[in-house]
DNA sequence: TGAACATATGAATATATGTTCATATGAGTA
DNA sequence: TACTCATATGAACATATATTCATATGTTCA
């Protein structure tokens, strides 16, 4: 409670205090707020939508989508890092693709907010 | 298609051709990645799962999250904005409520990723 | 081993984003 | 009308984020 903040004495207290213990903790409000904003993003959002099409190695996803081949492997890395896709190397190569299609149902189910 | 970009010629043309086909357009994406974007910040998903148990006014929300007045209301702009809240006015202040449970359905099931 | 291929990574830069601060707006009340 | 309450908003500032650039790593093949 921050009285420095809000100088207002009108507001249900009783309602105040039954909510926030309702509330989760701050480690969950940060996670769930982190994989949102790793979907939050309009070039990492459309390597997702292609892997869910098909897999691909970083170079193809460089030409499809028109990116620097620098710049897919920074988005690729924090889609490792948070799970959401997984790879396989073959060679030279490296083939990535989504890690569960429980990505792709959230994305189709955001598509339908508009 | 950008070679200043990718010089490999190892790529498998016909099926970079293929997916192309079936992306979706830009604006699409865009708008997929805002709404991600919108949810993809801490204090955003907090007022979310408030609004979720209770409807509440601003310094309400501004005490029970311990934020400024101002930063709430930004805050509470954005997610009018994008349709996620909506608002009633009562003499001299304003209600905010969830627009649809879509959203808290999409924060449950993100939760649930880690 | 040397050379080309394919990807990863660190640092720098530019842009986007969130909060604060000061102030405006608007509604109720004395 | 003047004053308080409640919220909204613009500008400034600080931080976060995405891309680029240069380079490192690792693999294959001659």
Known sequence: MSSQYCEIKSVRE???QEISKKMSSNKTYNEIANLFKVLGDFNRIRILCALYHHEFCVCELSLLLDMSQSAISHQLRLLRNNDIVK???ENKKVFYSLESSEIISMIKKVSEHG
């Open 14 to 16: 009783d309602i105040i």
């Open 87 to 89: 790879y396989r190397k």
